[in-house]
């Protein structure tokens, strides 16, 4: 009888952990339905971007933040120094972070509620995160883990190897994969 106490008890946190984990999945979504991005062009009315539709415009200004710097300073510029990268991504923030926060802010929340519970499959969870996450996510999440803001990302990154189904490639430089050595991107040779 004891015994049957103890299982009903675990059966209980566990579906009590589940129900919140799918709520909070849930309300990720609909945070990323609400990234809103306005794209003004010289020529066409402004275009109004929500969702991963935003976010794929947000990582496309983050690579031009990059590339408008690798330009301007030619071969002066250490493409692989990471205070270099820090500092783009940094730039890239202070103009549009605050489209992105609240984002970031409640998936690193998920990854810790996880994180925080004890006799669950962790990786599961946060599987069920990654494989919900554009490659665009994936990216702006790698460079945010690399600055001060976003360090806390780096041990979910590296724990739960998030970054096993993008490629280095699909950095802004392959060569940054090294800044997150044990991220476990994925390769060809798998």
């Keep these: ?3 049957n106490l103890k299982e009903q008890r675990a059966n209980n946190n566990r579906q009590i952990f589940e ?4 709520q909070m999945l849930n309300h990720l979504n609909e945070i990323t339905k609400d990234v809103g991005f306005t794209k003004t062009h010289m020529e066409d009315p402004d275009s109004i971007y929500y969702g991963r539709e935003a976010i794929f415009h947000l990582a496309s200004i983050f690579k031009n933040y990059y590339g408008y710097n690798l330009f301007n300073h ?3 510029y250490e493409k692989d120094k990471i205070e270099n990268v820090i500092i783009n991504f940094e730039s890239f923030w202070d103009d549009h972070g605050g489209k992105l926060s609240h984002y970031f802010r409640w998936l690193y929340n998920m990854l810790n509620f996880i994180e925080s519970k004890k006799d669950i499959d962790k990786g599961f969870y946060v599987k069920l995160i990654s494989a919900q996450l554009s490659n665009q996510e994936l990216l702006l999440m790698f460079y945010s883990a690399l600055t001060p803001r976003g360090f806390n990302f780096q041990k979910f990154i590296i724990k739960y190897q ?3 189904n993008f490629e280095s490639s699909e950095l802004l430089d392959e060569s940054h994969s090294k800044f997150m050595s044990k991220a476990d991107f994925w390769s060809k040779a798998r």
């Design 162 to 164: 998030m970054m096993s």
């Design 19 to 22: 129900t919140n984990f799918f």
């Design 1 to 3: 009888m004891l015994i």
């Design 74 to 76: 030619g071969s002066d």
